[in-house]
């Protein structure tokens, strides 16, 4: 369950350089409404131990703390809640063993996918490629025209949008009808962590307001 809005979803990036406590407490410093940890490498043991830090670490900034893909994760480490791909364990079950006051969302690769997922007990969907990615090179891409068809759809749930976005593009994405925005590599993955969430953070906001 949701009860401030999803702006900026920041998803963790696995990098030498910095650890993932850092790349979240740098994210949230700079506005991120929720943090998603994806690591697909990582042991059992280690995730869970990851997830009770960084979900302390969100706590402190008051930003959501998710864990992709693993439902018994996300419930054992008292996670925000949980993100589902369209090949992970279905909505119904995830739903069933968090409750109603977690958070569960799923992605939808396109306009009919978007669509069955509203009818789902889903708190948002993520939608894309938007653009080309290189987190996932092997997606298809749906341009700005699948968030401008999705407007005049009455979806009601949050459309966050994904794929290959960042500073230089995400103006584009919330005027085409995005309520959000999730990103990888644009800020978990910079070399000023909390200055990209900030300025991507800042644009969001400013075209969000200007959407009538």
Request: charge should be neutral.
């Amino acid at each position: 369950m949701l009860k401030r809005e999803i702006k900026l979803l920041c998803i963790t990036c696995p990098r030498d350089d910095i650890s993932y406590e850092k790349q979240v407490e740098f994210a949230c410093q700079g506005g991120a409404d929720m943090i998603q940890l994806r690591d697909k490498k990582m042991s059992d043991k280690d995730l869970y131990d990851l997830s009770l830090k960084l979900q302390q670490i969100c706590a402190k900034y008051n930003v959501y703390f998710t864990v992709n893909n693993r439902v018994d994760i996300a419930d054992i480490s008292n996670s925000d809640g949980v993100h589902l791909g369209q090949s992970d364990l279905p909505v119904s079950y995830a739903r069933k063993v968090l409750g109603e006051n977690k958070i569960v969302g799923i992605s939808a690769s396109g306009y009919d996918k978007v669509v069955e997922a509203e009818k789902l007990p889903v708190d948002y969907i993520g939608c894309g490629a938007i653009f080309p990615t290189t987190t996932k090179p092997e997606a298809n891409i749906r341009g700005l025209e699948v968030l401008k068809k999705l407007k005049t759809a009455n979806i009601t749930k949050p459309v966050i949008a994904i794929g290959g976005i960042d500073k230089t593009n995400v103006a584009d994405v919330i005027k085409a009808g995005a309520d959000g925005v999730a990103v990888v590599r644009a800020v978990c993955g910079a070399q000023d962590i909390k200055k990209e969430a900030q300025e991507i953070k800042e644009i969001i906001v400013r075209y969000r307001s200007t959407e009538v």
